[in-house]
């Protein structure tokens, strides 16, 4: 009933977020989109029925919440070792996941054929909130076994694990957003939560500002293990996102993005 629940939050909530978002790029945009959205929004929106309808075959086998049920049920992972509250349960495993995430981004960006994979998302030449629906089904596989692997060495309880799942997409939708915020609004949140600002410089063509502000959700790793950088050095305004090399409007197609790992 509980994951029933969540399930439908974790719908419901990325959607309405989605939408907000979108509106406020439009009433306070932080930068003049190259590409435009209409082609890309199309192929953003074929990216996410893809990976949904790739997302149900997985399940057959391997997802997150399989994977904290199976945990739970034999008493497997670290947390069903010994007892403890649920809200420290929570703490713990929001913490631990989402390093696991930064580390799998990380790799991402040193693995030649994992960087294969992730250049589908960088290749797009704007940033908007759509684009955090960007990513390769290739990508999305190896996404899944490894956090599912994750919550189940950890043992990691179904609700936190449905709801870190949450927490992770709507801070991806946030933080992909071409969003102007106060900066001071700004300053404040990327002490703690990546900004769009803050991630946008990830976004940059420069391939070794691709390797800085690697979170998703939390900036502490970043700053922990000296991968934080608070601005491009072409500066916000002067950034070309995207990927070197890619000058057209290629990233909008939906059959080119899918075949550019092939390539």
Do not use: C
């Not at 009933?1 to 979108?22: F, S, T």
């Amino acid at each position: 009933m509980i994951e029933a629940g969540l399930g439908l939050y974790a719908i419901a909530i990325p959607a309405l977020l989605l939408a907000l978002l979108a509106t406020a790029e439009v009433l306070w945009p932080r930068r003049k989109l190259v590409l435009g959205r209409k082609r890309r929004w199309r192929t953003h929106a074929l990216f996410f029925v893809s990976n949904a309808v790739l997302g149900r075959l997985l399940s057959f086998f391997v997802v997150i919440g399989v994977a904290a049920t199976w945990a739970e049920t034999n008493r497997f992972g670290a947390l069903n070792v010994i007892a403890l509250p649920l809200w420290l349960e929570a703490v713990i495993a929001f913490i631990v996941l989402d390093f696991a995430v930064w580390f799998q981004h990380l790799a991402m960006h040193r693995s030649p054929l994992l960087w294969r994979m992730h250049a589908v998302h960088h290749s797009d030449r704007d940033l908007d909130v759509t684009t955090a629906l960007r990513f390769h089904p290739f990508e999305l596989i190896v996404s899944t076994f490894y956090k599912s692997a994750i919550v189940a060495l950890l043992g990691v309880p179904l609700v936190v694990a449905l709801a870190f799942e949450l927490w992770l997409n709507a801070n991806a939708l946030f933080n992909h957003s071409n969003l102007r915020l106060p900066r001071k609004l700004d300053s404040v949140l990327r002490w703690f939560l990546v900004t769009p600002d803050m991630h946008l410089v990830h976004h940059s063509t420069l391939m070794d500002e691709q390797k800085h502000n690697l979170g998703f959700a939390l900036t502490i790793w970043d700053r922990l293990f000296g991968t934080y950088r608070a601005v491009s050095i072409r500066g916000t305004d002067g950034q070309d996102i995207g990927l070197s090399g890619i000058h057209d409007d290629s990233p909008s197609s939906f059959l080119w993005s899918m075949n550019q790992p092939l390539t």
